[in-house]
């Protein structure tokens, strides 16, 4: 929809303080913004690295759980679970989109996700070792997804929120699903239990660092707020996961592997909330920056998806090269 | 609908024979997920891999009420040997490349595509619904492996020569896709399914048609090979049902 | 790797007969026929419509936003062209 050709023109490259100002009240009057539209380029760049992020996070993401679908345990699990993770290939597919439209190619992005240039969520750098590790995933790391994403569908570029609201209409099955599986673990033999709590004892404290640094670390979030392309802090999302979280655990007898974990009447105003435990932040950043389990078979496996499939996609282009050649050959001898 | 012996025997095997070809083509399929070529083929391939893997749950699901032994669809899906497997040996085949990949796909769904169309004239009501539900998927697999075939048979040197090759080692195991087992025989002789074998002039021209457009020559076959309907399979079933049958043999008797 | 850029296409859906083909986001194909194929494969897995066109993006013009004060605004004044600007009295009934 968007002509390529206009982007990157016009007077958005003074970024005066006037046209700054200007798109300032664009954004503080709800109005979203189009990609041809004129904008500072640090909104373009951080919206490009934010959606190329995001993008990056269900490509990846759709690795761990994928090592589950040859052995999923019942024909209705196995559907499920590959319908679930083939909408997170279409969610990275409808983001690429978004980004695209901002002047940046998939090729692009993918070379930078390859190369380790781009980042993507932390959480895919741990192993899925159990079928547990399923249901916990589509629980927590889907749950903890909804958490930043449903506010995303309001986010103040156009291409972006529209994208988020498909995705969010989609993934309304994806957190039902994975508790569904841990519900009936929980409620089967002593070794089904004990496989889903060990998952919970693995993925608790990687989903609570999905949402980020905290506020006061978080160079980028401040910014963000300002253009609306960010609707809530890390923190704020974090503890809202926490409080819909523990009662779903409770509700199926699996125990948050938190001992400072504890109801708090006090907080969120006076509503009341859990008041939780200190993460490793020196594990996010190690796990961020190369170090967790999984970083290298990840970034290897789609390496090697992308090398492997250089030739069917060049095959492709020459094929249509070859038929449009044909065609006009055709018509010059028709005429 | 009810069935006295010996067909109701018959007919309970070969809704499993048919079954299994669905169950571990969709299996391979899946196995591609996250692992395409490209973002748009990873929704292509799963969303044929669910056809599939959704008409061998309507199969074996049908194939254990008939039965009435107290065996559930996952029963029949994960507990059997690989001796006890019946699906066509093409569509265990391991996935190779893309080039493999879509014509195995395009192999098995030209011969099944007639076989279901042909099946909506046969008596059962149930297996009618199955037959007019997979008639409109597997056009769509027709329609977009032979499309993939003739790109990649008419696109570089290396796409062409890597569908040469998969022609080569594909092409002997289709002739046993005309080749019912003697279950299957005896449902085609008491009109409950389409005879396997009439459909070869079909498939012959689909495929024709597809390679005159991909540059492909149809292959001379010395020694065609066959027995997975009497479930004498190639070594590549039993390493897919380790993986298949993983959890359901791990942990017997649970709920998932 | 600019050489082997997969050209990229929109998509416009319609979700029934009777409604008009709406944008629903883009992809890449080689060519039309897959441009179509993968169109029904990712945005209509769920039953969002019967049937599917596919442009390729950059054969889309749009209009200067950075002109659209000048294109759109003349219009937002005519307002004899809306039913409201009539005076008709209520016992008239329904016009």
């Known amino acids: ?335 | 609908m009810t069935y006295a012996q010996p067909i109701k025997t018959a007919f309970v095997e070969t809704l499993i024979t048919l079954g299994d070809d669905h169950l571990i083509l969709g299996h391979r399929l899946s196995e591609w997920c996250g692992h395409a070529p490209m973002l748009e083929e990873d929704l292509s391939l799963p969303n044929m891999a669910l056809d599939l893997l959704g008409q061998a749950n309507n199969l074996y699901s049908y194939a254990a009420e008939l039965e009435g032994e107290g065996r559930s669809e996952d029963d029949i899906a994960f507990l059997r040997n690989a001796r006890q497997y019946r699906n066509l040996l093409l569509v265990e085949r391991p996935n190779g490349d893309f080039a493999h990949t879509v014509l195995r796909q395009l192999y098995f769904a030209a011969a099944m595509q007639p076989f279901w169309q042909a099946t909506l004239n046969c008596s059962d009501e149930r297996l009618n619904g199955f037959a007019g539900k997979a008639v409109k998927e597997l056009a769509t697999h027709i329609r977009h492996c032979g499309e993939w075939v003739i790109r990649l048979g008419d696109g570089t040197d290396e796409s062409a020569q890597r569908m040469r090759k998969a022609v080569e080692e594909l092409h002997i195991y289709t002739d046993e896709l005309f080749q019912p087992n003697a279950a299957m025989r005896i449902c085609v002789e008491a009109g409950l399914i389409a005879d396997p074998a009439a459909q070869r002039d079909i498939w012959n021209t689909t495929i024709a048609t597809i390679f005159k457009d991909a540059f492909l020559q149809v292959p001379e076959i010395a020694f065609p090979q066959q027995g997975g309907r009497e479930g004498l399979h190639t070594e590549a079933l039993g390493h897919l049902l380790s993986e298949l049958q993983y959890m359901q043999r791990t942990y017997p008797g649970m709920t998932w | ?95």
């Not at chain 1, 709800?30 to 990609?35: F, G, L």
């Not at chain 1, 919970?200 to 609306?228: E, I, T, V």
């Open chain 3, 1 to 95: 790797m600019a050489t082997h850029l997969t050209p990229l296409w929109e998509v416009f859906i319609r979700s029934r007969n009777g409604l008009n083909h709406k944008h629903v986001g883009s992809l890449h194909a080689a060519d039309g026929d897959l441009a179509l194929q993968s169109a029904r494969d990712v945005y209509t897995r769920r039953e969002e419509g019967n049937s599917i066109w596919v442009v390729r993006s950059e054969q889309i013009l749009a209009s200067d936003p950075d002109k659209a004060a000048e294109t759109f605004e003349p219009a937002a004044d005519k307002v004899y062209r809306h039913p409201s600007f009539y005076d008709i009295p209520d016992d008239v009934g329904h016009m």
């Open chain 1, 1 to 335: 929809m968007y002509s390529q050709g206009l982007i990157g023109s016009g007077s958005e490259n003074e970024e005066s303080e006037a046209f700054l100002a200007r798109f300032q009240a664009r954004i503080d009057a709800e109005e979203k913004i189009e990609p041809n539209d004129a904008m500072p380029l640090a909104y373009r760049k951080t919206l490009i690295r934010q959606i190329g992020q995001h993008a990056h996070s269900e490509i990846v993401g759709m690795l761990p759980e994928g090592n589950w679908i040859t052995r999923a345990p019942t024909l209705r699990r196995k559907m499920a679970l590959l319908a679930k993770v083939q909408d997170e290939g279409g969610h990275g597919l409808y983001l690429y989109s978004a980004a695209e439209t901002l002047g940046v190619s998939r090729e692009e992005m993918t070379e930078e996700l390859l190369s380790g240039r781009a980042k993507y969520s932390s959480i895919f750098n741990y192993p899925t070792p159990t079928w547990a590790d399923i249901g916990m995933i589509g629980w927590l790391v889907d749950g903890a997804a909804i958490m930043n994403q449903v506010p995303l569908c309001r986010c103040s570029f156009g291409p972006y929120a529209r994208a988020m609201v498909r995705v969010c209409r989609e993934e309304s099955f994806h957190q039902r699903q994975g508790y569904e599986i841990v519900m009936t673990l929980a409620e089967g033999t002593d070794e089904q239990k004990e496989m889903a709590q060990d998952s919970l004892n693995r993925w608790w404290w990687p989903a609570l660092m999905m949402f980020g640094p905290h506020d006061a670390d978080s160079s980028n979030s401040d910014q963000s707020m300002l253009w609306k392309i960010k609707r809530f802090t890390n923190d704020e999302l974090r503890q809202k996961f926490v409080d819909a979280t523990v009662p779903q655990a409770e509700k199926i007898g699996l125990k948050i592997p938190d001992p400072d974990l504890k109801w708090n009447p006090e907080k969120n105003d006076g509503a009341g909330g859990y008041d939780f435990g200190a993460l490793d932040w020196d594990e996010f950043w190690r796990v961020v920056k190369g170090g967790g389990p999984m970083n290298r078979d990840r970034i290897a496996a789609r390496k090697a998806a992308w090398e492997n499939g250089r030739w069917v996609r060049e095959a492709a282009l020459a094929h249509a090269a070859k038929r449009e050649e044909r065609a006009a050959t055709a018509k010059v001898a028709a005429e």
